[in-house]
Nanobody, 120 residues
Framework: QVQLVESGGGLVQAGGSLILSCAAS????????MGWYRQAAGSERELVAH????????LGDAVKGRFTISRDSVNMYMVYLQMNSLKPEDTAVYYC?????????????WGQGTQVTVSS
């Protein structure tokens, strides 16, 4: 099992910034992907960003140019989401995830979610 601990959500005004962090522990393996999805009230869960252990990253279209995902330089199982130029439509619960793989399966683990609220 893998456990995820998230931190950093909160309330911010439009145009402001927040940083989320997520640390994975337990049965982690060196080849993995970590990142965030978000879910706003009444909406489907959508990809925000993810980063593979090798360094390649993907950002969702809604956040490109505003958000950045990175991994800690010491602890590869910790990721950060720097969120700049926040908009009210970024308001959602942000869920950290960790995924690892074998030849046949993908194994996904989720954090408890952290609320981000952007006021106009």
């Amino acid at each position: 099992q893998v456990q995820l601990v998230e931190s950093g959500g909160g309330l911010v005004q439009a145009g402001g910034s927040l940083i989320l962090s997520c640390a994975a522990s337990g049965s982690t393996v060196s080849i993995n992907a970590m990142g965030w999805y978000r879910q706003a009230a009444g909406s489907e869960r959508e990809l925000v960003a993810h980063m593979f252990s090798g360094g390649s990253a993907t950002l969702g279209d809604a956040v490109k140019g505003r958000f950045t995902i990175s991994r800690d330089s010491v602890n590869m199982y910790m990721v950060y989401l720097q969120m700049n130029s926040l908009k009210p439509e970024d308001t959602a619960v942000y869920y950290c995830f960790y995924s690892d793989f074998d030849d046949a399966n993908e194994y996904d683990y989720w954090g408890q979610g952290t609320q981000v609220t952007v006021s106009s």
